[in-house]
């Protein structure tokens, strides 16, 4: 445990030193990008090791940071953070295996890459939500130059948008915070303190914050209707940047409302819970429904990613045990698999053969150009419909199942949506990668397409592992999450407030 | 009862080194050689650099806190950290026009930073009308000439006309008010004051004066509507005298204000709930800036205007620091102004930097700064991200105690501070449109800019400290109990 502090330390420590070392060998900023993203997995790994489960936070490192204001520097882990942190290691060494071949200001990409990892590991870490909200922010910014820089189509647009979606939630979730701390007269940022805190304030005013600090974080997990910047983002951004987005990224919203926005105020939260409910099966339905109408490959994953996200909204807003728990399962889960989407569509299929739309795609026999793309992405397509075997299984099961027990309505919009779901993987697998079979010749290309390197095969396999692993053994990962959800803050919540 | 002299000597130490440090960067310079103008520039701002250390050092390092000569000067801690802020600003700024400056005259553009910086640490410690009056004008009349130093171009005159202009007025209203204040209560000393008023109770000559100071204090502030003269006057001014403007002369202004308005005037400042005072009309001035400030920067094309515009919105979340300084002491809004001029000197100074190589008015002068000089342009994204605000950066903490003793004091207060923090994510849109010129579009020159020693050395100090000071608040915070 007193490790995994250290996946943020090293992670920034990596970004400074790639960024020195870049501006002289592109070779070295990568090496020791992917160095740096294996260390950081690995501590995951070890901390994982010796971790024994239990119902609250465990506590890594708590100082003082800012005395006037009762600000601390405070860690902790539970199952849910060591999940996460786990999912943030393997997104990490994945996305830099997958940029590779990244020319241009190598320095500087490696370094905002692993910044944002950094901040990522650290939100995951934080027990104090001063410390939970800077480490937000340091993971938003660098969104912005990685996809204006090294992003595709109408980069600029998308990397504006969705970094003012982002820093627009976050700056809802600080004043809904900052407001939580005034008005219910708390004398620190801890999440403890702050949720005994919170209990003194009048229900209508905690009604509105809770609005603001739920909203804020959820449309960073791309809640409908705040998350058209998801669709335009991930296209715009580079393969490893869509990654992360939708690999991590999101996940920090979610996290947040489940860390933050649900414990610190149950009884708002019960209140509000019908209209997230709707939300979250709304935009499984329609995204799906989006998804299943794009012409360009990279929109349909990136509109896939916003369904799923839509479940473990789901999960968390129907506030059972095996909901939550579920939930959670999915956040790893969609982590790996939208990962692997977006490297089948951005790095394999677009870097080579420089088109996403499914017109051009369907008239080249890819199946036979790039046989490995096309089984990643079956595989990849499979497990995101949650077939048994892989983690969305598992996943998707558990949100079913627990929105079932007390919202059946809900769990039957959902049920609409993996069909949908079903329908939209199906097409775009058959489309992009056999589209040509027994139709008119083939218009291959003019020259053959560079074989799949090396780095991409390894990255590839260490996400179908780990989705193949967890649809297996999603006990491996529940052993940690549903003592966690145990703690007296979880039940408080899936108790609607009334403990 | 004897004049205590020797008080006076210990309270004036910092103002009378600058004010050697500035008649000497006149005598060594009498014998104007005109053909090697770098030389003496170098050996001017060598003396201002020794004055502003020595009265930094020496200046501050004697003297028991609290009133000295009867009043005149309090040497609190906000006299005293203020003055460190203001000569720690001086400093940078002086870095910054050594490093950049091909004006004539150069030992005159030093002895005038010097006088002003004499005019900000007086205004600081200013406990007594008179001398209020007589600091702020000494600073005043030295910025106008810094705005107008560059007589080579017209933009540079119509700059210090202007600050000029509308800074005779506002000290005009000013001195009004004083006048007015010292009728009511007879005594141009701020405890007094205080007494006095506390006695009487409002009348209706004290809205008056109250409406005069806080135009005034407006002006300084560059709140609106009281703003006009910023954008024209940070577009002309050379870049470091508006380096000086914007950083120096604002933390030294509302360390004035805060002190006129909670000891001062406290018993005249009302309340937010409906109570006439001065404090809703803070509170009113503070929003008209945020939002003016914010939407105008929006649509702004030339950097320096943007950053005018910028300062129009900090200067509303700095009123809220005063607004909330009546409960939780001066440390927020000190800490906020404090960072915030640590980040303008930074911004200005890469301006400043970046003119030597051309231009540098339309943002797209920036562009592709990074390939021109990566020392700019790390300095510039760490100001301009501090200044949006974004974490671990002070421009992050500055708003986050202000905002927390904002909301705290409850009330429209607490309203104010979350329109400031919604639209902190308008502010990123234009903070990014500088970084996305800098850092995501092509160069249109490939030249490489050389930055001159001094400025490099002023540019790397003021990111360092911006760092330094956003990782550990409390280096700052924790002066203030």
């Not at chain 1, 445990?1 to 992670?11: D, F, K």
């Not at chain 1, 790095?347 to 017109?359: G, N």
């Not at chain 1, 939209?424 to 020259?447: C, E, K, M, N, Y």
């Amino acid at each position: 445990m007193n490790l995994l502090p250290w996946t943020i330390y090293v992670s920034f420590a990596g970004a400074l030193l790639a960024l020195v070392a870049g501006s002289r060998s592109a070779a070295a900023a990568r090496w020791i990008a992917l160095v740096t993203a294996v260390a950081g997995s690995a501590l995951t790994f070890l901390a994982a090791r010796e971790f024994v489960s239990s119902a609250g936070l465990q506590d890594i490192v708590n100082v003082p940071w800012i005395a006037g204001l009762g600000v601390r520097y405070h860690l902790a882990a539970d199952g849910i953070s060591l999940t996460l942190l786990v999912l943030t290691g393997l997104a990490a060494t994945a996305g830099i295996l997958f940029s590779w071949n990244i020319g241009e200001r190598p320095g500087e990409f490696f370094a905002l890459f692993l910044a944002l990892i950094g901040g990522v590991y650290g939100v995951f870490l934080s027990a104090d939500v001063f410390a939970l909200f800077v480490f937000y922010e340091i993971a938003i910014v660098p969104k912005y130059f990685l996809i204006a820089i090294w992003g595709s189509t109408n980069r600029e647009y998308g990397a504006m948008k969705l970094v003012l979606y982002s820093f627009a939630g976050s700056a809802l979730v600080l004043a809904g915070l900052l407001w939580a701390y005034a008005a219910g007269g708390a004398h620190g940022f801890g999440l403890a303190e702050l949720t005994a805190a919170a209990g003194n304030i009048p229900h209508t005013t905690s009604l509105a914050i809770f609005a603001l600090v739920f909203l804020g974080f959820a449309v960073l997990a791309g809640i409908f209707p705040f998350h058209t910047w998801a669709p335009t983002g991930h296209v715009a951004a580079p393969t490893a940047a869509s990654m992360l987005l939708a690999g991590v990224v999101m996940k920090l919203g979610a996290y947040g409302c489940l860390r933050v926005a649900l414990p610190l105020f149950p009884a708002a939260f019960a209140y509000w819970q019908p209209v997230i409910g709707w939300l979250a099966v709304a935009g499984i339905i329609y995204a799906g429904f989006i998804a299943l109408v794009q012409e360009d490959f990279k929109f349909v994953i990136g509109y896939s990613s916003v369904s799923h996200m839509g479940f473990v909204l789901l999960g968390l807003a129907a506030a059972t045990p095996l909901a939550m728990a579920g939930a959670v399962l999915q956040m790893f889960s969609h982590g790996v698999i939208a990962g692997l989407l977006f490297a089948v569509v951005g790095r394999m299929v677009y870097e080579r053969t420089h088109t996403r739309r499914l017109a051009d795609l369907r008239a080249m026999p890819l199946h036979r150009l790039l046989p490995f793309a096309a089984v990643v992405f079956v595989v990849a397509g499979l497990a995101s419909l949650g077939l048994p075997g892989f983690s969305g299984f598992p996943a998707e099961l558990s949100i079913l199942i627990g929105t079932w027990q007390t919202k059946p309505l809900w769990a039957a919009g959902a049920a609409l949506g993996i069909v949908v779901a079903g329908a939209f993987t199906l097409r775009v697998i058959q489309v992009s990668f056999f589209g040509s079979t027994g139709a008119a010749p083939a218009a291959a290309p003019d020259h053959p397409l560079p074989p799949i390197t090396l780095a991409e095969k390894a990255g590839a396999l260490l996400l179908i592992g780990a989705t193949v692993f967890v649809g297996l053994r999603p006990d491996a990962l529940l052993d940690w999450i549903v003592p966690a959800l145990q703690s007296p803050v979880f039940q408080a919540v899936m108790k609607g407030g009334h403990p | 009862m004897s004049t205590p002299y020797h008080e006076l000597l210990v309270a004036l130490r910092p103002e009378l080194c600058l004010t050697a440090g500035a008649l000497a960067v006149l005598a060594v310079d009498l014998p104007k050689s005109a053909r090697r103008p770098q030389l003496r520039l170098q050996i001017s701002a060598a003396l201002g650099v020794l004055a502003l250390i020595t009265a930094g050092v020496w200046g501050l390092g004697a003297g028991q806190p609290g009133s000295l000569f009867g009043g005149v000067f309090s040497l609190d801690l906000l006299g005293q950290a203020t003055r460190a802020g203001v000569l720690g600003l001086a400093l940078l700024a002086l870095g910054v026009t050594a490093g950049t400056s091909r004006l004539r005259h150069p030992a005159e553009l030093i002895a005038m930073i010097l006088f002003a910086t004499a005019g900000f640490t007086l205004m600081a410690v200013a406990q007594q009308l008179l001398l209020a009056f007589l600091a702020l004008e000494l600073a005043s009349l030295s910025l106008y000439v810094l705005a107008g130093f560059d007589k080579t171009r017209p933009e540079s005159a119509e700059a210090a006309l202007k600050y000029f202009l509308f800074g005779g007025v506002s000290a005009a209203f000013l001195l009004f008010g004083f006048s007015l204040l010292y009728g009511l209560t007879g005594s141009i000393e701020l405890p007094e004051i205080s007494v006095q008023l506390a006695m009487s109770g409002p009348s209706p000559l004290l809205v008056v004066a109250l409406a005069m100071v806080l135009v005034a204090f407006g002006f300084k502030a560059a709140a609106a509507p009281f703003h006009l003269w910023a954008p024209d006057v940070y577009e002309g001014a050379p870049a470091p005298s508006a380096a000086l403007i914007a950083s120096a002369s604002k933390l030294a202004g509302l360390a004035l204000f805060v002190r006129l308005l909670w000891p001062g005037l406290g018993a005249a400042s009302g309340n937010l709930t409906g109570a006439a005072g001065w404090m809703p009309v803070v509170a009113l001035i503070s929003a008209a800036s945020m939002l003016l400030g914010n939407f105008a920067a929006l649509a702004q094309g030339n950097v320096r205007r943007l950053l005018a515009y910028s300062a129009i919105a900090h200067a509303g979340a700095l009123l809220l620091g005063v607004i909330a300084a009546g409960r939780f002491g001066p440390g927020p809004l000190f800490y906020y102004a404090a960072t915030y001029g640590l980040a303008t000197v930074g911004a200005f100074g890469v301006i400043a930097v970046v003119e030597r190589a051309g231009s540098c008015q339309g943002l797209a002068d920036l562009a592709g700064l990074r390939a021109r000089s990566p020392l700019l342009t790390a300095c510039l994204l760490v100001f301009v991200l501090s200044l949006a605000g974004i974490p671990p950066l002070a421009g992050f903490v500055g708003k986050f105690v202000v905002f927390t003793a904002a909301l705290q004091t409850g009330g429209p207060a607490g309203w104010l501070a979350l329109l400031a923090i919604l639209l902190s994510a308008v502010a990123l849109y234009y903070y990014l449109m500088i970084l996305k010129q800098a850092l995501v579009a092509p160069a249109k020159e490939p030249a490489t800019i050389p930055v001159p020693a001094p400025a490099a050395l002023a540019l790397l100090a003021a990111a360092a400290l911006i760092v330094a000071l956003g990782i550990w608040p409390s280096l700052l915070l924790g002066l203030f109990p």
